[in-house]
């Protein structure tokens, strides 16, 4: 099956500094890449939609100067969270999609907390 | 604007009863509802999904009937097991747009032994 795997799982940092978080795809291809963050009253944000070969698409209240996104390959992204505050606190999900299918497979996230 | 509703926020069932759970959407353009299972901790793993042209899906315990009029689908979970306890949330896209969910606020189920 679709295996998405992120991380660090957790990680702590202080006020104003940043923090890279990294997502794999194992057993597929993923064409698709998407950035979530899941806020601690459970709400999903969609950050951005990365595709190959395809401009990355920041939603609104996100850019790519907060957010940068890098999707260098179909197993491989990594998003860095800059000048992190308290307001950047959350579950920060990557899901993947394949090519075809219409499904969003999720990793276990990366938790960040924010000092 | 939130496009996706759920209900009730929390239910609480015995082990063996069947769990219901609600989900309506206002965009008419949705046709792709995925229902994800949170675990503490964890990210959301994606349980089961319908298209809006079926109006049931199943999946051993798990059963989504859909109903395209009203906007409306629910998540039965028959046989219910205290490893089922979990929040679940509904989502939806439009065609062309698979990565873009919209989710629900989720509903956390609780399955007393």
């Known amino acids: 099956g679709a295996l998405v795997y992120q991380y660090p799982r957790r990680t702590i940092c202080k006020s104003g500094t940043s923090m890279r978080m990294e997502c794999q795809a194992v057993g597929f291809q993923a064409t698709s890449v998407a950035w979530y963050r899941q806020s601690p009253q459970k709400t999903f944000e969609l950050i951005a939609l990365?595709?190959?070969?395809?401009?990355?698409?920041?939603e609104q209240n996100f850019t790519q100067e907060k957010f940068p996104i890098s999707h260098p390959n179909l197993s491989f992204s990594s998003m860095t969270v800059l000048n992190a505050y308290l307001e950047d606190r959350g579950l920060y999900l990557c899901?993947?999609?394949?090519?075809?299918?219409?499904?969003?497979?999720f990793g276990a996230g990366t938790r960040l907390s924010v000092l | 604007q939130q496009q996706v509703r759920q209900s009730p926020q929390s239910l609480t069932v015995w082990e063996g009863e069947t769990a219901i759970l609600n989900c309506s959407y206002e965009n008419s353009a949705f046709d792709y509802f995925p229902w994800y299972q949170q675990f503490p901790g964890e990210g959301p793993a994606l349980l089961i999904a319908i298209r809006s042209v079926s109006d049931k899906k199943e999946d051993g315990r798990f059963t989504i009937f859909f109903n395209k009029r009203e906007k409306k689908l629910s998540l039965h979970i028959t046989d219910s097991q205290p490893g089922d306890s979990a929040t679940y949330f509904c989502?939806?896209?439009?065609?062309?747009?698979?990565?873009?969910?919209?989710f629900g606020k989720g509903a956390k189920l609780t399955v007393s032994p």
């Open positions: 990365s595709t190959v070969n395809s401009a990355i698409k920041y």
């Open positions: 899901g993947a999609l394949t090519g075809g299918q219409n499904t969003l497979y």
């Open positions: 989502a939806a896209s439009a065609q062309g747009t698979g990565s873009k969910l919209s």
